[in-house]
C-alpha cells in the first residue's frame, strides 16, 4: 500500500496541476500523510528548473501552514483527533513518551531536525507542539527556517546540478539531513552544558 502511495504522489509530477498537489502534499506531510513533498517536489523541480526556487517557496508555505494545522490539532484536540491519527501510524507510544519527557528546548530542537530531516517524523512534532502548548510564534517561526531551509536547499541544488544530482539526493537525503540535524544536536548540547 505504502508503494502505491509513493507511486501516485510520484505520477502527480507530471500534471499541469502538479504545483497544486505540491501545496496539498506539503500541507498534509506536516499534520498526517506519510509521504514527504520532496517526491513530488524532487521530479518538478528536475523538470522545470526555472521554477524550482518558486517550488521552494510553495512547499515551504504550504509546509509550514499544514504544521500550524497539526499544532492547533494537538492543542484543541488532542484526545479526539491526534491520539488515534498517531495509534493508525503506530506512533501513540513514542508520542506519549515524548510528551511527557520532553520540555520546550527539546520540542523545538525536534522540530529542526525533523523538519530538516524527518527525524522523528514531522507530524508527529508539530502535533507534539501544541499538546505541550509550545509558544505559536516560536512554533511558526521554527518551522518556517527548518523547513524552508529543507526545500531551498533542494532547490539550490538541482538548479546547480540538475538531473545528476538525482539519484544521489534520492539515495543519501536522509543520511545528509540526518547528519546536518545531528550536528545541530550536537552544536544544542554543546551550548547548553558549555553555558
Same mark, same amino acid.
Given at each position: 500500500?505504502? *508503494?502505491?502511495?509513493?507511486?501516485?504522489?510520484? %505520477?502527480?509530477?507530471? *500534471?499541469?496541476?502538479?504545483?497544486?498537489?505540491?501545496?496539498? =502534499?506539503?500541507?498534509?506531510? %506536516?499534520?498526517?500523510?506519510? =509521504?514527504?513533498?520532496?517526491?513530488?517536489?524532487?521530479?518538478?523541480?528536475?523538470?522545470? !528548473?526555472? *521554477?524550482?526556487?518558486? &517550488?521552494?517557496?510553495?512547499?515551504?508555505?504550504?509546509?509550514?501552514?499544514?504544521?500550524?494545522?497539526?499544532?492547533?490539532?494537538?492543542?484543541?484536540?488532542?484526545?479526539?483527533?491526534?491520539? !488515534?491519527?498517531?495509534?493508525?501510524?503506530?506512533?501513540?507510544?513514542?508520542?506519549?513518551?515524548?510528551?511527557? %519527557?520532553?520540555?520546550?528546548?527539546?520540542?523545538?530542537?525536534?522540530?529542526?531536525?525533523? +523538519?530538516?530531516?524527518?527525524? !522523528?517524523?514531522?507530524?508527529?512534532?508539530?502535533?507534539?507542539?501544541? @499538546?505541550?502548548?509550545?509558544?505559536?510564534?516560536?512554533?511558526?517561526?521554527?518551522?518556517?527556517?527548518? *523547513? +524552508?531551509?529543507?526545500?531551498?536547499?533542494?532547490?539550490?541544488?538541482?538548479?546547480? &546540478? +540538475?538531473?545528476?544530482?538525482?539519484?544521489?539526493?534520492?539515495?543519501?537525503?536522509?543520511?545528509?539531513?540526518?547528519?546536518? @540535524?545531528?550536528? =545541530?544536536?550536537?552544536?544544542?548540547?554543546?551550548?547548553?552544558?558549555?553555558?
Amino acid at each position: 500500500m505504502l *508503494r502505491r502511495l509513493y507511486d501516485w504522489t510520484l %505520477s502527480l509530477a507530471a *500534471r499541469k496541476s502538479a504545483e497544486v498537489w505540491l501545496a496539498v =502534499i506539503a500541507f498534509v506531510e %506536516s499534520s498526517v500523510f506519510l =509521504i514527504p513533498a520532496d517526491v513530488l517536489f524532487l521530479p518538478m523541480a528536475l523538470a522545470r !528548473p526555472q *521554477r524550482a526556487w518558486r &517550488y521552494a517557496l510553495v512547499a515551504t508555505v504550504f509546509s509550514v501552514l499544514g504544521g500550524i494545522a497539526g499544532y492547533f490539532v494537538g492543542y484543541y484536540a488532542y484526545e479526539q483527533v491526534a491520539k !488515534p491519527i498517531l495509534a493508525l501510524y503506530g506512533k501513540l507510544d513514542t508520542f506519549e513518551h515524548l510528551r511527557t %519527557s520532553s520540555g520546550r528546548d527539546a520540542i523545538l530542537l525536534m522540530l529542526v531536525t525533523s +523538519g530538516l530531516a524527518h527525524l !522523528p517524523p514531522i507530524k508527529v512534532v508539530t502535533i507534539l507542539s501544541g @499538546a505541550a502548548a509550545i509558544d505559536l510564534w516560536l512554533f511558526v517561526i521554527s518551522c518556517i527556517v527548518a *523547513r +524552508g531551509a529543507r526545500f531551498f536547499a533542494l532547490a539550490w541544488l538541482l538548479r546547480r &546540478y +540538475g538531473e545528476p544530482i538525482r539519484g544521489f539526493i534520492e539515495q543519501r537525503l536522509g543520511l545528509i539531513a540526518g547528519l546536518a @540535524a545531528a550536528a =545541530i544536536i550536537l552544536l544544542y548540547v554543546a551550548v547548553k552544558y558549555a553555558l
